[in-house]
């Protein structure tokens, strides 16, 4: 089992910006692929971004320029950082980590762009 604790989540005004932080823990082994998702109110879940092990990233087209994912493998943790935020990224964001034997969610960070 893997645990994933998320954090940076907030209010933030349009057009400022947020980071995003989720650290894995347990048993993990191998490669994995980390990703950030979210859901908005009445809207299904989508990925944001995601990064493998090898560090090559996808994000969804919405936020291509404005958000980048990174990782620290040292400390199995990913970062989201969201520029330019927008009232429509307003949304629950969950961490997700993907391994061998894997597949684990976070508890969400609420993240609200409103003036």
């Known amino acids: 089992q893997v645990q994933l604790v998320e954090s940076g989540g907030g209010l933030v005004q349009p057009g400022g910006s947020l980071r995003l932080s989720c650290a894995a823990s347990?048993?993990?082994?191998?490669?994995?692929?980390m990703g950030w998702y979210r859901q908005a109110p009445g809207k299904q879940r989508e990925l944001v971004a995601r990064?493998?092990?090898?560090?090559?990233?996808n994000y969804v087209d919405s936020v291509k320029g404005r958000f980048t994912i990174s990782r620290d493998n040292a400390k199995y943790t990913v970062y989201l950082q969201m520029n330019s935020l927008k009232p429509e990224d307003t949304a629950a964001y969950y961490c997700?980590?993907?391994?061998?034997?894997?597949?684990?969610w976070g508890q969400g960070t609420q993240v609200t762009v409103s003036s």
């Open positions: 347990g048993r993990i082994l191998g490669s994995y692929t």
């Open positions: 997700n980590f993907r391994g061998v034997i894997s597949n684990s």
């Open positions: 990064i493998t092990s090898g560090g090559s990233t």
